[in-house]
Nanobody, 124 residues
Framework: QVQLVESGGGLVQAGGSLRLSCATS????????MGWFRQAPGKEREFVAA????????NYADSVKGRFTISRDNAKNTVYLQMNSLKPEDTAVYYC?????????????????WGQGTQVTVSS
């Protein structure tokens, strides 16, 4: 059974930075695209960023472009999300997920394994 464990969330002031990590036990990590999503209270889960297995291709939601960076270390089976210039509207539970597909996807149904989430709170 695949396990994904997020860490690195917390409380930060607007303009600050956080780095999220997602460690996974999947044996196929190095050949699998990965993504980050977030869900704010009362809202649907939304796409944040995705990265191909080789790290050659990334995709970002318009709301985080230029502020967030997704990366991965296949030797450590870990994917990261560096979040800079954080805004109060970035407050949410952040989830990492494993893609079913080789191409980068933004729909939640394209992902078949999820972590438990880590809370990010940005104060104004």
């Amino acid at each position: 059974q695949v396990q994904l464990v997020e860490s690195g969330g917390g409380l930060v002031q607007a303009g600050g930075s956080l780095r999220l990590s997602c460690a996974t036990s999947t044996l196929t990590f190095s050949s699998t695209a990965m993504g980050w999503f977030r869900q704010a209270p009362g809202k649907e889960r939304e796409f944040v960023a995705a990265i191909s297995w080789s790290s050659k291709t990334t995709n970002y939601a318009d709301s985080v472009k230029g502020r967030f960076t997704i990366s991965r270390d296949n030797a450590k089976n870990t994917v990261y999300l560096q979040m800079n210039s954080l805004k109060p509207e970035d407050t949410a539970v952040y989830y990492c997920a494993r893609s079913r597909f080789g191409t980068l996807q933004i729909e939640t149904r394209a992902y078949d394994a999820w972590g438990q989430g880590t809370q990010v709170t940005v104060s104004s």
